[in-house]
């Protein structure tokens, strides 16, 4: 199943900070469909687009070993919404990380501006959930997230 | 300038009324973090990691809310707390109240230890100790 939010990185600083941009396009349903006669990227689309760039920031600091989950939105606020032809950004930045969990900033831009917070928590799945069955192999870092901080590797020639 | 317990009060309110959305009035002393307040679990952590930042401390983990105890055989036999289990409940929260739980050691009645003023209690333990 695809659900992806973003479409590539344009900032990547392991451990600390990473940006990922989404173009806004009436092609997509969720785009089209969501407010009558108002195309708009959804809010909660704009929540799960920062979740994706802050969970892989979080993943990936910790070598992808462990199962990424949000488990809090401490803050949404959007001051503007993505229309179609809009370039969103999401920048997220690592305040804490842990075994058992992982607290990130963000902020959300629309074309340069500054539209909106998203500040959120995340849970390693494996450290706190032990009476869980989980599957064995990783089941958040998939080849979709892994590719998009792949392609960003490559095209920074890291 | 010394924190006093009103200080402490006031900052422990803006964390509770920022991490769970609560409004000022409901944040008394006496109010349960879980039954008054609505907290859930992810809420804690939220909770921790904010009162670290407020009060530039460091809480270690299980020692504001304790986890590793209700788990243990030792500790815990049908839903209640062993004598053994209460002796280590009590060492390891010297910031809450016992009188009213004692009594009947319910594990499912733990959440009501998790209280405001537990909360303000640890804070004055580790700002004292600092």
Redesign the interface.
Known sequence: MRWIWIDTFTEFESGKRASAVKNVTLAEEHVHDYAPASPMLPPPLMIEGMAQTAGILVGEARGFRENVILAKVRRATFEEYGRPGDQITYTAVLDSIDDTAATTRGEVFRNGDRIGTVDLIFSHLNQSASDLDLPEHNFVFGDTFLDLLRSYRIAVGD | MPTTREDVFKQVEEVLV??LGVDEDEVSEDATLTGDLGAES??F??IV?RLEKKFSIKIP?GELFPDDIVNNPDYVENGKFTPAGMTRLKTAMPHADFSDFEADADVAKMPELFTVRTLINYIENKLQAA
């Open positions: 920022d991490a992810i809420d952590l939220d990691f983990r």
